[in-house]
């Protein structure tokens, strides 16, 4: 079994940053990309970030100029750099990494941006 395990949420003020981590418990599975998605309160749970295992990466366009995605694939582990938060950023974020048969998500970690 597989676990995602998500870190660098918290509580900022309109304007800051923070860097979300996810870490996966094995490093022996095969991976073609990597994920952030969120679930703001009410809404539907929405594809943030993806990078792919050959750097490739797409961007929501809410998040265009501010978020940047980067992963180290030997370790298992994809970054989430937030800049220029906005409060209607305010979600739980989950990591996500696909492969060909497999589709694991982390807990969740909760990024709260105060105007």
């Known amino acids: 079994q597989v676990q995602l395990v998500e870190s660098g949420g918290g509580l900022v003020q309109a304007g800051g940053s923070l860097r979300l981590s996810c870490a996966a418990s094995r490093t022996d599975f095969q991976i073609n990309d990597m994920a952030w998605h969120r679930q703001a309160p009410g809404k539907q749970r929405e594809l943030v970030a993806r990078i792919t295992m050959w750097g490739t990466s797409t961007y929501a366009d809410s998040v265009k100029g501010r978020f940047t995605i980067a992963s180290e694939n030997a370790k298992y582990t994809v970054y989430l750099q937030m800049n220029s938060l906005k409060p209607e950023d305010t979600a739980i974020y989950y990591c996500?990494?696909?492969?060909?048969?497999?589709?694991?998500w982390g807990q969740g970690t909760q990024v709260t941006v105060s105007s």
């Open positions: 996500n990494m696909r492969g060909s048969w497999t589709d694991y």
